[in-house]
Every structure is written in structure tokens, then in C-alpha cells.
């Protein structure tokens, strides 16, 4: 088949690997006239990382693996710590966190050389007896079989499907960046986790010399002028390293990611047209979920458009949208609870054994994935067809 991708974020550039590994020809369309170099990093749980090498992303040097997960309450008293490494051992495959500019460049430097199109902004599409027509904002025109809608929370493809915009804001925000302070963590496989009742930090390993940090808290929606000093106000008395974070930071090392949240619905497309990633399952960050679950989606819908072999598309990719509807919506509504999940006052947390943690969060992230830890069998000219695509 001939796919459209609309989007070249994870979801659409994962979604166009698997693809064209699986035989079809894919195109990718990006409103941006480059690559995005914004966007802090992301946090790759088993199942991501292990989809992305078996679609043949090349991972080796790109962040750090996470072993161990600490939470401390802010005034430094350590709570529990979870053994990431132990998830790993289950379920296959390691934990990372890496810049998105790099995740994305390396799955860019996988695909077929002009597969992705930047500068293109969608304007219309429209379905035909043979597939799908798109228009774009410089009147180039592109025809497929198949488009799908990776185009995020913004969505042009969804309200273009559906006449509307259901994301709506959560009430909280995260303030993130990347800096050159990896030394300030205890160990480079180990990441902390800050709680208190003013909000949340978060410093994660990076790569050999690049931390990523974020702060959330509760946020009404409007622009509240430069965000370092609100920053320091709320953070700036907690336990070492937050302040050693905030003292080394300027204004245009931020950004500013609102929390947005929304119902899963069991159906996200018409016709020979899906949705992928945030444009189908918008999601706030607390749990870490939003790049996994959109790679899960690539993996589920490559896997799908092989074992279908020209059957019923529309039919195809409705029972996947029900599928990953499935799995994604728990998720979803989990994430959405941000500071009542979250926060639990130091006397509580510190009752929680490392090991009992440990295995909990082993299985969620079981429950996460459906690639991670399962026993689906991966079909052979899949794989095959993967091999030779790469050469």
C-alpha cells in the first residue's frame, strides 16, 4: 500500500519504520520546516525500547539506561526506591531517557532517504473510491490508500474527522529542559523523584553529561510571565540538588508543557484514515506513558496492516483502534489524576518496601505494553522483510 503519515514526531516516524519494513511505501508530511530540536527528553520503558530496536533503531549511545528510580519528599528524606533494572530482567529489554531530537534523528536516520517531507502543513483531505486524497497549505498534493493522523493533540487529521477538540486542560503544567549537570545525581543509572505538597521534580540521567529535569505543579491555564522566578518561589527551599538545578538556569532553558487530558474513545478514525499517538490519547505526563504508548500504537498498527493481507482496511484498522483503546485508556485515566496519584504524605511512603514497590512496578509496566514481556509471536517474514529493508 501507498500510507500517508501526517506528523514526524515519535508516533509518525515509529509508525513509518514499521511500516515500510512490513513492505509498504510510507511518505511523512511535517508542518515544521525542520526537525524539532525542542522538547526536553523522553523516558523509554521496556516495551519502547524494545519495539524500536526490533523495527532496527540503532539506541547505542543515545541517553541513559535507568536502573533505579529514588523518591525522596523535599525536604531530602529518601522514601523508597524502585529497581528499574529488575523490570528490565523480566521483561526483556532496558529502560532509557534520551533527548527527543536524538530519539527522532535516529529514527529518521532508519528510514529510506526522502521518506520524511518537512515544511508542509496539512490543509484537507478528502476520501475517494480508491483511498485518501491530502492537501497542503503550498498546493502540493499527495494520494494514498491509507493516511494516518500522528499530528498530536492539535490535531488537524481528528477535527477534520470528528468537527471538534476534545483535549481540555488539566490544571497542572511541567516546566523542563536539558542541562549539563548530570553530576549532581548520585549514581548515571539513577534517577530521583521529588514529592511534596507544592509539587513535583523530577531529574533523570540523560546521557553521559546531560540531566534532564522538570518541575509540575498546579497551573490555571494563563500566561504568568517568566516562569524562573515562579520556579524558584515554589522550589527553591527544597533539599539539595533542586536548588543547585535552579540556580544555574536561565529563562530560555524552559519550557512550558500544559497538562492536557481526554476521554479514549474505542474509535479513532473513518474510513482508511487512524489516528496515532496524542492526536488519538492525549495524556498528561505524570506516569511517564506518552512516547511509549505512542510506539506501542506503531508496533500494533504495523503488526495489524501485516497480518491483514488485503482484507477490509477500514475493518482492519477500526478492531486496532478498539485494541489499543483497550490498553491506552487505563493508562490515560491513571495520568489524569496527577496530584491525587502522586502525592502521599513521607510517614505514608516510607512504609513501602523497596522490594514490594519494586515488583508493582514491574508489573505495571507488563500491564503497559503489549509487546514488552508477552508471548506474541512476532511474525517471521516480518522480521525478515525488517532485515531487508534496513540494507
Known sequence: MRILIIGAGISGLAAALGIVNSGHT?????????????????????????????FGVDLAGVGARIDQLETRSETGEKLYTIDVAHASRR???????????????????????GTVHYGHRLAAFTHSGSGVRATFEDGTVAEAD????????????RTSLWGHHPPRLAGWATWQGLSAQRHLLPDPNRGLMINGRLGFCGLLPAGPDTLQWWFSHPWPGADKGPALPTLRTRFGQWADPVPLVLKTLQEADIEVFPHYTHRVPARWGQGAVTLLGDAAHTMPPIVAQGANQAVEDAWALTVALHESRGRNLPEVLRRFERSRARRVAPIARLAATEYTYRYHPPAFDRLIPDGLVTRAYAQWLRTTSGFAGSRAVVPADLTLSAARARK
Not at 32 to 45: I, K, M, N, Q, Y
Not at 146 to 157: P, T
Request: positive net charge; aromatic residues 4%; charged residues 15%.
Open 26 to 54: 510510507v511518505s511523512v508530511y511535517e508542518q515544521s520546516p525542520e526537525p524539532r530540536a525542542t522538547g526536553g527528553a523522553v523516558t523509554l520503558w521496556n516495551g519502547g525500547v524494545g519495539i524500536l530496536r526490533w
Open 91 to 113: 521483561l526483556g529489554h532496558m529502560s532509557l531517557t534520551c533527548p527527543r531530537r536524538l530519539l527522532q534523528q535516529r529514527i529518521t536516520e532508519a528510514l529510506p532517504a
Open 146 to 157: 491509507m493516511l494516518i493522523g500522528a499530528d498530536g493533540h492539535r490535531s488537524v487529521v
